[in-house]
């Protein structure tokens, strides 16, 4: 399947936060529309300079479309609230080039995966499963040879059902 891309457009005509409707209309919006109907939901993408990817991190953007505001009843804090339907299972797939521990720059990785946690947050997500390939290199078969991260992927899918 070919997606084709547009630069997104922040604003109203763009990524309008909290009404649960994708604002844009461009090939991302249906899919953003099948994602509320589907049973479960599964994403990955690589690591690029200690990132996602930037095709990734433009539909994490688009889902700022389901976010709003709200406040915690019993401490008064604001706190954000999902209009994506909640519950569904969800598993998100991290292919990174580097073994872990990390040889260089390993604080780099910190923020990367504290803000991973936004994704099933913003998805109001049921059971969240992390999957993280360490030690890819730049080899797109690393993951066939390793059994151990196979196992755990098939897991994760059959908890999917
Ligand atoms: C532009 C670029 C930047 C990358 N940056 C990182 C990085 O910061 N950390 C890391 O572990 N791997 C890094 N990698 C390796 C990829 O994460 C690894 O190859 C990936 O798991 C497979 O991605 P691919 O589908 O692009 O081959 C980078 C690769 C590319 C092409």
């Not at 049973?39 to 990734?56: E, H, K």
């Not at 991973?116 to 066939?144: C, S, V, W």
Request: hydrophobic letters at 40%; a negative charge; aromatic letters at 10%.
């Amino acid at each position: 399947m070919n997606w084709v891309f547009e630069m997104i457009r922040f604003g109203r005509s763009g990524v309008d936060p909290g009404h649960g409707v994708p604002a844009a209309k461009d090939d991302l919006t249906p899919l953003l529309q099948e994602m509320t109907g589907c049973d479960a939901i599964v994403m990955g993408t690589p690591v690029y300079w200690y990132q996602v990817s930037a095709q990734f991190k433009m539909l994490v953007d688009r889902l700022y479309s389901f976010m709003g505001f709200g406040v915690d009843p019993e401490t008064g804090a604001p706190v954000y609230r999902t209009a994506f339907p909640k519950g569904k299972n969800f598993v998100l797939l991290i292919s990174r080039g580097d073994p872990e521990p990390p040889p260089v720059l390993p604080q780099l990785y910190d923020h990367l995966n504290e803000w991973l946690n936004l994704i099933p947050m913003t998805l109001g997500a049921g059971r969240f499963e992390l999957i993280h390939q360490y030690g890819a290199d730049i080899n797109r078969k690393a993951a066939e040879k390793d059994v151990a991260l196979l196992e755990r992927a098939r897991i994760a899918g059959e908890r999917l059902a």
